[in-house]
């Protein structure tokens, strides 16, 4: 088997100039460089960029982003009196000023990516007070959507990327003034006058008296935000929030009215001069404005939600194993050196009725590296071969395929990962901030290269990182995956597949005596990723496990 593997694969790449070669052809005015060069260019590259994205400390692993929210400000109150004919002096009849609209964060499934959240959110402003007793309009509520599965932080009060909240902003506006200044400025944020009563407002009493009042309840607000303030926002939004139904609502009406999750309340509206009557100041002159709304900033981040994820050293064959399980369509990078995967992707298994998987059980595909994929592509493409190749519906139609002979009875999706490293859970290598992502996977997958000299210290080594970063975490590995089989056996030498056997029954040994998760022993699949070799088996046991988590998961729901 392995020869006619190896002997295909020859003939198909024999063709294929060197590295050096192709390098003179392209770029004809640079000087070229040899073969040894090139790796060594190609090296600082990739080190380049892995390190970057080290120290960037996994924040752009995940769909990641920071808002910067402010609920609507407060409507002004009104300073007017009521005019009638042959009433010359009216009561106070100024309205009061509506409240700041709310902003709220709601998870739905309709969303992946936070792409569509924008960074800078204004609630609506509430609208001011007028005079016969009008009374603003309330700013309407502003719910972001996210997508589910999207953690929700505030960032805290040292975090440099916070912007100022309502009350820092009104100090920093006051830096550097004069005391009087200062007052003015203060009292001018506070008041609207009656027109010309300024100056004679501030003098009197009942408005000393009314501007105490406002400065305690002021306080007081202030209290309570800096309580609040200790307590910041954390939101774990992976659940379909279920939306209150009202059915008898009224016709226009809104029939639901579950808007999420409160995260920055609007600005109270101010109150017009009828609030300020009493015995003693039977007509006020002057109204209140409304506050400002809170300001947050929040950090959302997108946890990726697939039924399995591959978990494995770097270089294991993760990758490979992905585009093999999707038939090449999950375009995921593969490369023979560390840490060529720095983000998570996702592909999707499409199982049909028999165990065949959509893209699968063609034993003669062969996924190879990227850069070779490329090269391949781009010499095919200038020797004119792809001008008339057929095209994947024809190609369909050519056996026969109408589209309904293949019935998908099971869909799940499948995460490959960075590479995970001893003292990941440290922050060693690509750290484990993608590992987030995986805490809600209903599977994992060891992925170990069996070529190698001890997979079972890879096992090891990887099932104690896990525990490391979440405890109970490894009990959610199901299989290992004991990746480029095809390594082994030699050309078929006797004894060289005997000690291929030895070691897979070694392997088998090792995870009997130590992997026991729940009383189950993990299965043990040798497979070869690149070969597209024993991938129905993998599909079939991770099939089963998906199916089981899936069924108690809305068993528990129930309950
Ligand atoms: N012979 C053989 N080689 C394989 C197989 N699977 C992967 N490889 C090779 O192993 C190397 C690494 O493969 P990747 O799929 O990039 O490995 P990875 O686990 O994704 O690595 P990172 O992204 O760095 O964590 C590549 O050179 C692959 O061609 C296999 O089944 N057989
Ligand atoms: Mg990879």
């Not at 104690?464 to 089989?485: C, D, F, H, T, W």
Request: glycine share 10%; charged share 30%.
């Amino acid at each position: 088997m392995r020869i006619r593997m190896l002997v295909s694969h020859s003939r198909r790449y024999s063709s294929r100039p060197t590295g050096a070669q192709s390098a003179e052809a392209s770029s004809s005015y640079e000087i070229p460089l040899s073969l040894e060069e090139q790796e060594l260019r190609d090296a600082l590259f990739r080190k380049r960029k892995t390190d970057w994205k080290r120290r960037q400390g996994g924040q752009s692993f995940l769909d990641n982003l920071i808002v910067n929210i402010r609920a609507g400000a407060g409507g002004d109150g009104c300073a007017a009196f009521h005019r009638e004919k042959f009433k010359p002096y009216g009561p106070p009849s100024g309205g009061n000023g509506g409240r700041g609209g709310d902003v709220y964060i709601q998870p739905t499934p309709h969303l992946t990516t936070l792409s569509s959240v924008s960074r800078r959110i204004r609630g609506e402003p509430g609208g001011n007070g007028q005079g016969t007793w009008q009374n603003g309009r309330n700013g309407a509520p502003l719910v972001i959507k996210v997508p589910l599965g999207t953690v929700v932080r505030e960032l805290a009060r040292d975090d440099p990327r916070r912007a100022k909240d309502e009350w820092e902003a009104e100090q920093e506006a006051y830096e550097g003034l004069e005391k009087e200044e200062r007052r003015k400025k203060w009292r001018e944020r506070r008041w609207v006058h009656y027109p010309q009563y300024e100056d004679d407002n501030v003098e009197r009493s009942a408005f000393k008296e009314a501007e105490w009042e406002l400065y305690k309840a002021e306080r007081e607000i202030r209290m309570q935000r800096r309580q609040r303030a200790a307590d910041p926002i954390f939101l774990d939004l992976d659940k379909i929030e279920d939306t209150e139904k009202h059915i008898d609502a009224p016709l226009g009406q809104p029939r639901t009215n579950h808007l999420g999750h409160l995260i920055a309340s609007g600005g109270v509206g101010g109150y017009g001069n009828p609030h300020f009557l009493s015995a003693t100041n039977r007509s006020p002159k002057f109204a209140t404005r409304g506050y400002d709304g809170e300001r947050i900033t929040l950090s959302l981040e997108l946890k990726l939600l697939a039924d399995v994820g591959l978990v494995g050293m770097p270089n294991a064959g993760k990758s490979t194993l992905l585009r093999a399980l999707t038939g090449g369509r999950a375009k995921s990078e593969i490369a023979s050196y560390a840490f060529t995967t720095l983000n998570p992707v996702v592909g999707v298994v499409r199982v049909s009725e028999d165990g065949s998987f959509v893209g699968g059980g063609v034993e003669e595909m062969v996924h190879e590296e990227t850069s070779v994929e490329e090269e391949r592509d781009r010499e095919l493409m200038e020797s004119g071969a792809y001008a008339d190749v057929r095209t994947r519906n024809q190609l369909r139609l050519d056996n026969g395929d109408d589209g309904a002979s293949i019935v998908e009875t099971f869909r799940f999706t499948i995460a490959d990962n960075p590479g995970l490293i001893s003292q990941a859970s440290e922050n060693v290598g690509l750290g484990h901030s993608f590992l987030r992502s995986m805490e809600r996977s209903l599977a994992l997958a060891y992925v170990v290269d069996l070529s190698g000299p001890a997979p079972w210290d890879e096992i090891n080594v990887l099932r104690e990182e896990l525990e490391k970063y979440k405890p109970g975490m490894s009990k959610q590995a199901r299989m290992v995956i004991a990746n480029k089989a095809d390594l082994l056996g030699g050309d078929g030498n006797a004894d060289e597949v005997q000690a291929a056997r030895k070691k897979l029954e070694r392997l088998e040994e090792y995870v009997r005596t130590n992997l026991v998760v729940d009383g189950r022993v993990l299965d043990v699949i040798p497979t070869s990723g690149k070969y597209s070799q024993n991938l129905r088996a993998i599909v079939q046991t991770m099939r089963r496990y998906i199916e089981e988590a899936r069924a108690t998961s809305i068993s528990g729901n129930d309950s």
